[in-house]
């Protein structure tokens, strides 16, 4: 039997037993019918418990070890991870694993300049469009925006320097690359950072900006904006592009938690955007980041923010397709990867995917109640997931064909009871719609 919230699995399988026997014609029995209505409406695959599934990156007794931020290189087994000792801003802490994540080294040598890092790490490859010179790049943020360069896949580096006089939050949320072989990196502001002065506004307005680089990730543009406002903070973009590569989609955090999270397009790499579409409960959540299965479809990793989620707070997962977001479902699965036990400090993560189709999925948690938060990484395949699913969905295949050769899910949810830890209402609040008090900026 697969871990599903397994405190918590009654209510699945009643509900699971209540549509087996309605659509066998059999009138279903009174424990099924009083099972409570899916959140989600699709199912809540729990990885939490499943024994050889985490990893232990890096640990220290007594230290906050925080936001992770990874890269899988070309041989598709040397990943890099990069994280600061402390909440969102301190010494960056640099580690290799040489097998695709079943093992790390001891924290490697850094320059001196990444000892003051101001804000989270984050590390992308890029490739010289003219040239096409393999790098890496690292940025960190806040004022003055500062990158860090390597020439030799991260056997060394160069120092923190300025890349121009501006700032930022989460600097790099994603670096994506463009058809022509330019880059486009966005981030956010809330009027702190942007500039050497504070001019944050009471209520703040959020920002979000994208910069360039022409020139393999040595340059970059001065920002422009894309989208501004008071209402509702949307931030923390993460990139996905469309598998016929014509279409930008960015999921962004929802930080007034007052709504679900958003997304936007692109159809012109970048050039102009959509107007902020609120996105389906299931991918509600803070600093979105996946990669693509080897069969297509896109697993996504975030925080639970979703008001009234059984799961808020923890790190989760999402599976669906491109085509799911664009169109506003909910997607194929939910899963939990880590039970956090300290409100929502948790999950910025870096996402690989392996030549054989393991999910490397890496970040912070307060994993063990009661002790500073360290680095684990979870694995997994979708394979994996399909079977999870399979064995308590036996109603209706996990894909049926749908119309225009899209795949429609039928999958019946896995349910949670109604008093499952979940994140208090605000009152008067649409817990469809995600509200939440407010909370820190990470």
């Known amino acids: 039997m697969p871990s599903l919230l397994t405190s918590r699995l009654l209510p699945a399988l009643l509900l699971s037993t209540c549509l087996a026997a309605a659509l066998a014609g059999a009138e279903p029995g009174p424990e099924a019918a009083s099972a409570p209505a899916p959140f989600f409406g699709i199912p809540l695959i729990d990885l939490n418990e499943d024994e050889g599934r985490h990893i232990v990156v890096d640990r220290e007794a007594g230290q906050y070890l925080g936001h992770v931020s990874s890269v899988l290189l070309e041989d598709g087994k040397t990943i890099l991870a990069v994280y600061p000792k402390g909440h969102g801003r301190g010494p960056i802490v640099y580690k290799k694993s040489t097998d695709g994540g079943l093992t790390w080294s001891e924290r490697l040598p850094t320059p001196e300049s990444w000892a003051t890092s101001k804000e989270v790490p984050t590390i992308h490859r ?13 940025w960190s943020g806040l004022y003055p925006a500062r990158l860090a360069v390597s020439e030799d896949d991260g056997e060394t580096w160069s120092e923190l320097e300025p890349v121009g006089d501006w700032g930022g939050i989460v600097v790099m949320g994603f670096v ?27 209520p703040p307005t959020f920002t979000l900006y994208k910069t360039l680089s022409h020139d393999g990730g040595l340059t970059w543009t001065d920002p422009e904006v894309v989208w501004s ?23 962004l955090r929802e930080n007034t938690r007052t709504r679900n999270s958003y997304v936007i397009f692109s159809e012109d790499e970048g050039e102009t955007w959509t107007t902020p579409r609120e996105l389906p409960a299931s991918l509600t959540g803070d600093r979105h980041t996946g990669v693509y299965a080897p069969d297509g479809r896109l697993f996504v990793s975030f925080r639970d923010m979703a008001q009234g989620s059984p799961t808020w707070g923890d790190w989760v997962g999402w599976v ?45 948690g307060h994993w063990d109640e009661g002790q500073q938060p360290y680095i684990l990484s979870a694995r997994f395949t979708l394979a994996e997931i399909d079977a999870k699913a399979a064995e308590l969905l036996t109603i209706t295949p996990p894909l049926a064909p749908g119309g225009r050769g899209a795949n429609a899910y039928r999958n019946p949810a896995l349910l949670t009871p109604t008093s ?16 939440r008090p407010v909370s820190p900026t990470r």
């Open 126 to 138: 890029v490739i010289d469009p003219k040239t096409g010179k393999r790098r890496l790049i690292l």
């Open 176 to 202: 994506e690359r463009l058809r022509d072989g330019s880059y486009v990196a966005m981030f956010h502001d809330d009027g702190r950072f942007f500039t050497d002065t504070n001019r944050r506004t009471s």
């Open 229 to 251: 406002g008071k209402d509702i903070h949307l931030c923390e973009p993460g990139c996905f592009r469309s598998p016929d590569g014509k279409k930008l989609a960015v999921l």
């Open 320 to 364: 669906g397709t491109w085509e799911d977001i664009h169109a506003g479902r909910p997607g194929q699965y939910r899963l939990r990867l880590k039970d956090n036990t300290k409100g929502a400090d948790t999950t910025y993560p870096g996402v690989e995917v392996l030549p054989d189709g393991t999910i490397v999925a890496t970040t912070y």
């Open 420 to 435: 499952a830890r979940s994140a208090p209402a605000a009152s008067g609040a649409n817990t469809a719609a995600g509200t």
